[in-house]
């Protein structure tokens, strides 16, 4: 009976193996990893390739300089050990820096998934003098899912980088200074911590969380049961960044409500006046909804034009009430916003599957 049941387990490790395509890392090799990731690149070229797992163990993984390492394949899952135990970090010249040249990694996959791990860009953001522009995560995907992921930097932490992209966050860490959530698409953030770091070394001036840009979805940002905790300098939600910006905090819990500006949105727009920012069910750190019952901002933006010898100066403005109706906030579903694509029921599958891959470790 014993070597029967032997038996029976030995086959049945031999069928998960041949059934997930698996490729391990070198614990704390940098290499390893850029090479697993080349690898992977390569066997799942197709979309209809299988799902492959990449398993990254707990470790330091020092990539320098060394920015932008692409993503190309689809259905790739890189699954560290730990979210804060597996550490990938990058550390950008400053002279370098930029929204389009210092990211960790660039996607531009489909359907690739992160889980347990943290993406750190250690560019020198207070010694980068005016911009500290400095990527974890550039992605020019689609349906890319982070689930339980850290992402770490200053300016443009985290760059939704397709106008037609659907993405989703759980249970996620994102930290930052100014326009740390930026770009286009329908992206959900669902119980992720939302952590401001100071804007300046003495912690002077102040913070913007995120700056959308969304122009082909309708969406946009939406921000569900997240938590802000604030270092030092105060901050508001967003700004509008380009095209129709989207943006929606659900049942928010701010642990210092009093470093949220007045406004609570940035009134001054980058590129457009245009908006779409809510806000509904904001919650203190003891669970009493502080949502004021109005918050009606007016958007301003500025333009110049030289016109012969004289500078013209126009301006342009917008006035919208930004807090959500009960109603109104009802329609934020993840079945509405992503229709048939169901990123939360995916984790929970994927969780299953990567939870017995990293026994093999």
Not at 112 to 134: F, V
Not at 289 to 309: A, E, Q, R
Not at 334 to 356: A, H, L, N, Y
Request: proline share 2%; with cysteine.
């Amino acid at each position: 009976m014993r070597r029967l049941i032997l038996l029976i387990i030995g086959c049945w490790l031999l069928a998960v193996s041949y059934a997930q395509q698996v490729i391990r890392v070198e614990k704390g090799n940098a290499k390893s990893l850029l090479d697993a990731v080349a690898q992977a690149n390569k066997i799942n070229a197709d979309k209809t390739a299988k799902q492959l797992f990449i398993l990254i163990p707990d470790g330091f993984y020092d990539l320098g300089e060394t920015v932008l390492t692409r993503i190309t394949g689809h259905n790739i899952a890189l699954i560290g050990q730990s979210m804060t135990g597996t550490i990938i970090q990058n550390k950008p010249d400053i002279k370098k820096e930029g929204i389009s040249k210092t990211a960790i990694f660039q996607n531009r996959g489909t359907n690739i998934y992160l889980q347990d791990l943290t993406l750190k860009n250690a560019l020198d953001y207070y010694a980068a003098g005016a911009a500290g522009r400095a990527v974890t995560l550039q992605d020019k995907g689609y349906r890319t899912i982070c689930n339980r992921v850290r992402l770490l930097s200053y300016q443009d932490t985290y760059y939704s980088d397709n106008d037609m992209s659907q993405f989703y966050f759980q249970d996620s860490e994102i930290h930052g200074t100014v326009d740390f959530i930026c770009g286009d698409g329908d992206v959900w953030f669902e119980r992720c911590k939302i952590v401001t770091e100071k804007r300046t070394l003495d912690g002077s001036g102040r913070n913007v969380i995120a700056a959308p840009k969304t122009s082909k979805t309708l969406w946009g940002y939406i921000f569900n049961r997240c938590t802000v905790e604030n270092i030092v300098s105060n901050f508001e939600y967003a700004r509008g960044w380009n095209g129709t910006p989207h943006c929606a905090w659900l049942y928010t819990t701010l642990l210092t409500p009093e470093k949220l500006n007045k406004n609570r949105f940035d009134y001054r727009g980058m590129n457009t006046v245009q908006n779409d920012f809510k806000e509904f069910g904001t919650m203190d750190a003891q669970g009493h909804d502080i949502t004021p019952k109005t918050n009606v901002v007016t958007f301003m933006m500025s333009k110049k034009k030289v016109d012969g010898d004289k500078e013209i100066t126009t301006e342009q403005t917008c006035t919208d009430e930004t807090i959500l109706t009960a109603e109104r906030a009802a329609d934020y579903t993840i079945d509405i916003v992503f229709g048939s694509w169901r990123p939360d029921k995916i984790i929970k599958k994927m969780e299953k599957t990567t939870q017995k891959l990293m026994k093999r470790l």
